[in-house]
Protein backbone atom coordinates (compact mmCIF):
# COMPACT_ATOMS: atom_id res chain seq x y z
CA UNK A 1 0.00 0.00 0.00
CA UNK A 2 1.09 3.65 -0.40
CA UNK A 3 1.63 5.69 2.78
CA UNK A 4 -0.27 8.71 2.61
CA UNK A 5 0.18 11.52 5.14
CA UNK A 6 -1.74 14.67 6.03
CA UNK A 7 -0.70 18.33 4.77
CA UNK A 8 -0.72 19.65 7.96
CA UNK A 9 0.61 17.18 9.73
CA UNK A 10 3.82 17.52 7.15
CA UNK A 11 3.44 21.37 7.29
CA UNK A 12 3.48 21.54 11.21
CA UNK A 13 6.15 18.81 10.99
CA UNK A 14 8.58 21.72 9.10
CA UNK A 15 7.19 24.70 11.19
CA UNK A 16 10.42 25.29 13.54
CA UNK A 17 9.24 27.50 16.94
CA UNK A 18 12.08 28.57 19.73
CA UNK A 19 10.58 26.19 21.89
CA UNK A 20 11.72 23.61 19.07
CA UNK A 21 15.17 24.94 19.32
CA UNK A 22 14.94 24.84 23.38
CA UNK A 23 15.42 21.47 22.82
CA UNK A 24 18.59 21.50 20.95
CA UNK A 25 22.00 20.69 22.32
CA UNK A 26 23.28 23.21 23.92
CA UNK A 27 26.77 24.86 22.27
CA UNK A 28 30.42 23.62 23.47
CA UNK A 29 31.39 20.19 24.86
CA UNK A 30 31.27 18.53 27.69
CA UNK A 31 34.65 19.37 30.03
CA UNK A 32 36.95 15.78 30.16
CA UNK A 33 35.50 13.42 32.29
CA UNK A 34 36.98 13.06 35.96
CA UNK A 35 38.80 9.52 35.82
CA UNK A 36 38.22 8.58 39.55
CA UNK A 37 34.55 9.18 41.35
CA UNK A 38 33.71 8.96 44.86
CA UNK A 39 31.41 5.75 45.13
CA UNK A 40 28.14 6.14 45.75
CA UNK A 41 27.86 8.75 43.27
CA UNK A 42 25.40 11.14 43.77
CA UNK A 43 21.89 10.89 42.13
CA UNK A 44 21.45 12.84 38.53
CA UNK A 45 20.95 16.66 38.64
CA UNK A 46 19.97 16.83 34.89
CA UNK A 47 18.96 14.21 31.91
CA UNK A 48 19.88 16.13 29.03
CA UNK A 49 21.05 19.87 27.99
CA UNK A 50 17.54 21.06 28.57
CA UNK A 51 17.38 20.90 31.79
CA UNK A 52 20.48 23.29 32.35
CA UNK A 53 20.72 26.81 31.85
CA UNK A 54 21.61 27.92 27.92
CA UNK A 55 25.11 28.76 28.89
CA UNK A 56 25.60 25.16 30.44
CA UNK A 57 25.35 21.23 29.46
CA UNK A 58 24.44 18.34 31.09
CA UNK A 59 27.77 16.12 31.49
CA UNK A 60 28.47 13.14 33.21
CA UNK A 61 31.09 13.93 35.83
CA UNK A 62 31.15 11.84 38.82
CA UNK A 63 26.88 11.66 38.05
CA UNK A 64 24.59 13.71 35.73
CA UNK A 65 25.15 17.58 36.42
CA UNK A 66 25.21 21.09 34.59
CA UNK A 67 28.49 22.62 34.08
CA UNK A 68 29.74 25.48 32.07
CA UNK A 69 30.72 24.47 28.28
CA UNK A 70 33.93 24.68 27.23
Partial sequence: G??????SWYR???????EDSADAPHLGTCPKEIDACNLPLPPP????????PKN???????G???V???
Fill in 12 to 18: DSLRRTK
Fill in 68 to 70: SAV
Fill in 2 to 7: ELRLSS
Fill in 56 to 62: EKCCNLC
Fill in 64 to 66: KQC
Fill in 45 to 52: HCQSDTDC
